[in-house]
């Protein structure tokens, strides 16, 4: 086992598009998605408040919001090697994710050998299912506040804290958005998607990082810290 750890974005860094966002405009209608977006661009609605304004309208059953995520995903080039790096160095690898855990699981088992799926650990808020549409619980809510987060509901530096506690001392982030902000603060080298809302975040204000488009150069870098 190496000192190195992993962690993970999953829509939009794992994979090419966003699933999440793609279930929504699928079952929930592009209009209700857009005004979402709008919301949270003019400030009204939390990282917390998007992740749940989204899915209000979603009313189709787990079983065909998983299917339609399956066949939408494409997972990103180069993450099925990080993720075999990783365990082939015994490296913990955490897909940490504002996302739902039921879409997720149900892209990795189809989409990754399941090998590798079995050394993935899912760290995502939970989709609650019902005929008055999806609802979004947030198990590491309550670890999120007491990290310093009140935002998000999903802190990545939960997750970062939970492999250094492991006896990881160097940590691997991985992300593209704005909740992918913290990596920046608490892993020790972040990978950016290039041209995403995290990569000029980074620009504007100088900050180091690495961008990305596909994730060779990051499997690279496990094996050779292994």
Partial sequence: MTDLAVVCDF??????????????KRFGGRAHFDLQKALFAKGELTTRGIIQGIYTRVRAPESEVCAFAVEA??????????????????????????????YIEAVLAAHLPADLRAHVQVRANEGVFGDGGLKVRFP?????????????????????????????????????GFADRCLLQFADRTFARQDSYLHKYCLERGLP????????EAAELVRRHG
């Fill in 11 to 24: 829509d939009g860094t794992a994979t090419l598009l966003d699933v999440g966002d793609e279930i929504s």
């Fill in 73 to 102: 995903a494409k997972l990103r080039p180069g993450f099925e090697e990080l993720v075999r790096a990783a365990r082939d160095a015994s490296s913990p690898f955490i897909l940490a994710s504002g996302g739902l855990r039921q």
């Fill in 209 to 216: 990082h690495t961008p990305f488009t596909e994730m060779f």
């Fill in 140 to 176: 590491l809510d309550q670890a999120s506040r007491r990290a310093g987060c009140e935002v998000c509901g999903s802190c990545k530096r939960v997750s970062v804290a939970e492999v250094r506690a492991a006896g990881a001392k160097f940590v691997l982030g991985l992300g593209d």
